[in-house]
């Protein structure tokens, strides 16, 4: 491409996936919105016939993508080496329709499916952050759709995506540019003409092939799985430019967004920029994020024994990208960005031989999520060094629970256990009450194994709860692994949000708490007159009320500090 550009810091990968929000179908939808789409009685029976085929085969849903080599394998099946070994075989499609027609049927289709409409862009809203913060953007795409080019049209940001009107690699270094767009499998405006060259014609068309102005034939440039080495000069110089970006010392973080590494040639292209780049790291927001990173990117090899260059190095948020593509800056970036830092400083000072304090860079990865990282640290850390920070360990268990229950992983329910004995060990057998004859207030006391005290006011645990409730919500529809039990753990902080509100000024007077607890204090008379007896008999009924709200785990309780 001859154009040396500065990449960003941070570098977007757009999968299929990252486009569904904005009504572009996903894989396996296309293929059943095709099916429905065709009003040709023939042709609908034939694609039907090869749907079925391929699922019993698969034994499972089928995608687009497979549906289109399929179609175009079964037009060219003459040319199929493999067929001239077997003899006597029956055709299970002779007689049906031309497999020709269909293939452009879909690839017209898919084009009608890829043109976006400026209304259903706002999930990509957070990418203004990072153009005003930073300056030029890049974003890689394997999508053929309009999402980034109708986001930038919106919002009046000038994008290159390495035409003018013909090919040119040249503009992604036009100044004044906001976001540089690599489509490594093309677009719906991008056109091949029958005489070699290659233009950009941004008209709303439903059709794959147009004629030009200059009577040219044009077919678009879209790349399809069985092309995937077929030469397009637009499409392999991008290819070596997205290489040289992930292994420039200042790209740091590959966020990818609903992909799942598919192509080969593009996971080795990944795998290769983190042996060259150290500092590479890797943000995988996908429903199936930890299976992905396992099975495709973890190790070289399929028996999982020879690790990967991204082994470690991967953050796995199995959320929807519209619950969490929000939080990825201010969030799992920032706390990332810390982490690593203090990471430095933290080995920098055991080098040296002296004691390393591991527990800021172990808060960071765990608001970034970083479960593989702070598994790691926990053996250096350990939950007895945790416990004087009880806010931390409350964090820790319940994002960990999260993270893994999302990836359905069974470990999550052992993280969520352990949670709800901490939050017992904290309300339940912590509370204290200090009451007069005019006003009372509640803290908690948590016992850390050197029997020394943390007193907890209402009003942490309150906002501590908060934010833990307000986590569980975002990412609530993608537990599906012992859903229940996470609903049940959902409620209980539900509950005590709602319950510590009336204590969190510290202190309430006695006629509003008798107010507040008019059943359970009607005996209060008796004790109004002895503010001992008035104390406990509050702390009686309050650890009442919190031992019906919050569950005990004895299992939890034991194992948390083994």
Not at 162 to 169: C, I, Q, R, S
Not at 373 to 397: A, I, M, N, R
Not at 485 to 500: A, I, M, P, W
Request: proline letters at 3%; glycine letters at 4%; one cysteine or more.
């Amino acid at each position: 491409m001859a154009v040396d550009i500065k990449p960003s810091e941070v570098i977007f990968f757009l999968g299929a996936g990252a486009s569904v929000p904005a009504g572009v179908p996903d894989t396996r939808s296309f293929v059943n919105q095709f099916i429905e789409s065709e009003s040709d009685t023939d042709k609908k029976a034939t694609i039907e016939k090869i749907v079925k085929t391929l699922k019993d085969w698969k034994k499972s849903d089928i995608d687009v993508e497979l549906l289109l080599e399929t179609l175009t394998k079964l037009r060219d099946k003459e040319q199929e080496p493999l067929l001239q070994f077997y003899e006597g075989g029956n055709f299970n499609l002779t007689g049906y329709y031309e497999k020709e027609p269909l293939i452009n049927d879909l690839k017209d289709f898919i084009k009608s499916k890829a043109i976006v409409s400026e209304n259903n862009i706002l999930y990509l809203q957070p990418f203004l952050e990072y153009v005003e913060e930073s300056g030029p953007l890049d974003i890689i795409s394997v999508n053929y759709d309009t999402c980034i080019e109708q986001f930038c049209n919106v919002h009046k940001l000038a994008y290159q995506d390495g035409f003018d009107v013909n090919w040119n690699p040249k503009t992604f270094a036009t100044e004044n540019t906001d976001i540089r767009l690599y489509k490594l499998h093309g677009s719906v405006m991008w056109y091949q003409s029958d005489r070699g060259g290659y233009v950009k014609v941004p008209v709303m068309t439903g059709k794959s092939e147009i004629e030009l102005i200059t009577r040219e034939k044009a077919i678009n440039l879209m790349l399809y799985p069985m092309q995937k080495w077929d030469y397009a000069e637009p499409l392999l110089e991008l290819l070596v430019e997205i290489k040289r970006l992930l292994e420039s010392k200042e790209c740091k973080f590959l966020v990818v967004i609903v992909y799942s590494f598919r192509d080969e040639h593009l996971r080795r292209l990944v795998w290769d920029a983190a042996k060259k780049n150290k500092q590479l790291h890797l943000i995988l927001i996908d429903l199936n994020a930890s299976q992905i990173y396992f099975e495709k990117l973890q190790y070289y090899d399929d028996e999982h024994k020879i690790r990967s260059s991204l082994y470690g190095k991967v953050i796995c948020l199995p959320y929807g990208v519209e619950k969490v593509f929000s939080h990825v800056k201010n969030n799992y970036l920032k706390n990332l960005k810390e982490g690593l830092s203090e990471e430095i400083i933290q080995r920098q000072a055991e080098s040296k031989a002296q004691k390393p304090n591991w527990v800021n860079c172990f808060r960071s990865f765990v608001r970034a999520e970083y479960t593989e990282k702070v598994e790691d640290l926990l053996g250096k850390v350990g939950v007895y060094e945790l416990q004087p920070y009880w806010s931390l360990h409350l964090e820790f268990y319940l994002k960990m629970a999260v993270n893994y229950l999302s990836n359905k992983l069974h470990k999550g329910i052992d993280y969520l256990d352990i949670f709800e004995s901490i939050l017992y060990k904290i309300t339940v057998e912590g509370i204290n009450v200090a009451a007069d004859q005019a006003d009372m207030s509640i803290d908690f006391r948590y016992k850390c194994h050197d029997s020394s005290l943390v007193i907890i006011t209402s009003d942490q645990l309150y906002e501590n709860a908060s934010e833990l409730l307000a986590f569980c919500q975002v990412r609530y529809l993608s537990v599906e692994f012992f859903k229940d039990e996470f609903q049940e753990v959902v409620g209980r902080l539900t509950d005590l949000v709602k319950y510590l509100i009336p204590f969190r000024k510290n202190r309430i007077s006695i006629p509003q708490y008798i107010e507040l607890r008019e059943e359970e204090m009607s005996d209060v008379g008796q004790f109004e007159k002895k503010q001992q007896d008035l104390s406990q008999r509050i702390k009686e009924v309050e650890r009442n009320i919190l031992e019906g709200m919050i569950k005990e785990h004895l299992k939890g309780i034991s194992s948390v500090f083994q």
